[in-house]
Structures are given as C-alpha cells and as structure tokens.
C-alpha cells in the first residue's frame, strides 16, 4: 500500500520505546520524517541514533504545555511543517478505586488523557496553518472494557476516544480528520509485570480469541494505515486492533493485583 508518507512530517509521543517506536520506524521507512518526544531523554538519544538524519528527539514531557508547543516548534524548524502526528505517551498506576490515592489518579489522567489534549491542540494549531493532517490517538481496549484496579487509566481512555470524536468534529472542515486505535494487550514496557509472571499472562490468553498479544508493529500497523491517504474518508473512527479481545472479556485480575484494603 502506497501511504502517500514520501515527504511529509510526522510528530510522535512516547517515541523512545512500544508502540511510539514502532510507529517511528514504520514511518521513516515509509520515507517521511519525524520529530519524536519521551519523558526518557537518554533513551530517546540512544535509540535515535539508529534512526537515520530524518529523525529528531526532543525530551519532554506530554503533561506540560510547553514541552507539547515545543515538540510542534522542533518539528517546523528541522523539516518545515507537521502533516500526521500521533499521541502515544500513556502509562499506569493501578489501585482499586476505594485505595487509590489522589496523586496516583491524577499522575494516570493527566498522562493518558490531558497529554493528548495538549498534543491535540498544538497540532491541530500547525495543521490549520497548513490546510489540513491527520491525528491518530493510541487509547485502548480499556475505553471499552473495564478492569479491577483500573478505573483511573481505563477512564483515561475513554477520555481518549471521546476527544478524538470531538477533535473530529471541530476541524473536519479545516481538512483534519482525527482517529483512535484501541490496542488490546501488546508486549511494550508498559505491560511488562503481565509478561514477567506466567500466570497473568495466561489468565490474559485465556479470553483473548486470536490466543496472544500483539507486537508493536501490529499496533503501528493500523495507526499508520489511519494517517494515511487510504483512510482519507475516516474520522472520529475507534479501531479495535486486540485479536478480537473485545467480544471475549478482560479477566479478573484480582488475582494478580489483590483484594481492596478498605474494608469499612
């Protein structure tokens, strides 16, 4: 499939590792450029350097303003405009509702969901200026499927796709479309606990239908194809991409994070 990538600029969270690596590099070999952020700096730096001369990282953090304005700002300056850009950066603090503490919860919404909303917004600030991109959000299952101990990045999720509608809908006619993937369990360091431990990561096989996580790749895969011209009448679209989790269930995984210590 021809992408129509050759040329254009991309920007990406969470670019160092997972799913915003992937993404990286699908695009650079598409033969795009990409300005690429993530809170691990060394990383970024270390990983860059086998990326070729169309790449260029830049520490920052999603939840700050200015780091997302500044991501937009290096991109412009080193290939001249920003015409696709995907928010990735996401993470977890997990906690049963009744023992989660403020802190927790808001470090999980602020990343997962106020990062997008800040990227969203300095993006879609360049692409006007330009006439016109295309965002793709990396939410999760999780918008869809709740999960013990996981109210706060399940929330954020929902969020997630919500804003990608909504983002949709304000700058379609300013040549923006705005999609979401929904990726089921994939194998990033993100997920790693699930991996480290043999019984998590069956009790999660057990209800996914296709019988495995996905890769990295899997999950760029689709995000890419939704960047694309070959989605060109898309927007405000969530595509599942999780092995056909979403009509099994997500398992109990009480389990593996314990049971709620407030007990009244």
């Known amino acids: 499939m021809d992408t129509g990538f ?23 070999a598409a033969g795009g450029s990409v300005a690429g952020s993530d ?24 939840t700050r303003e200015s780091d997302c304005e500044g991501l937009v700002s290096r991109a412009v300056a080193a290939f001249g405009r ?11 603090r997990a906690g049963y509702i009744v023992d989660q503490s403020e802190a927790d919860w808001s470090f999980v919404i602020d990343l997962c969901l106020k990062g997008v909303f800040l990227g969203m ?3 879609a600030r360049q692409m006007i200026r330009q006439g016109g991109g295309a965002i793709v959000n990396i939410a999760s299952l999780n918008a869809h499927v709740p999960m013990f101990a996981g109210a706060a990045y399940s929330t954020a999720k929902a969020g997630v796709e919500m804003l ?3 983002g949709a809908l304000e700058w379609a006619d300013q040549g ?22 043999p019984a998590r990561l069956e009790a999660f096989k057990a209800r996914i239908p296709m019988g495995r996580p996905a890769q990295p790749d899997e999950i760029a895969g689709p995000a890419l194809f939704l960047a694309s011209a ?4 898309v927007s405000g679209a969530s595509l599942l991409v999780d092995g ?20 009244g």
């Open 176 to 197: 923006i479309r705005v999609n979401a993937v929904l990726p089921g369990l994939v194998e990033t360091p993100l997920t790693r606990p699930h991996f480290q431990d």
């Open 230 to 233: 070959a989605a060109s009448y």
């Open 6 to 28: 050759a040329g254009k600029t991309a920007v990406v969270t969470g670019a160092a590792s997972g799913i915003g690596l992937a993404i990286v590099r699908q695009f650079l």
């Open 39 to 62: 809170i691990n700096g060394d990383l970024l730096a270390h990983v860059a350097k086998d990326l070729g001369p169309r790449f260029v990282g830049i520490a920052g953090d999603v």
């Open 121 to 123: 917004k300095h993006q």
């Open 244 to 263: 056909a989790w979403a009509v099994g269930g997500y398992p109990d995984m009480r389990p593996f994070r314990g049971r709620q210590q407030f007990t």
């Open 82 to 92: 920003v015409d696709v850009a995907f928010n990735v950066a996401g993470g977890n």
């Open 164 to 166: 990608t509608k909504n």
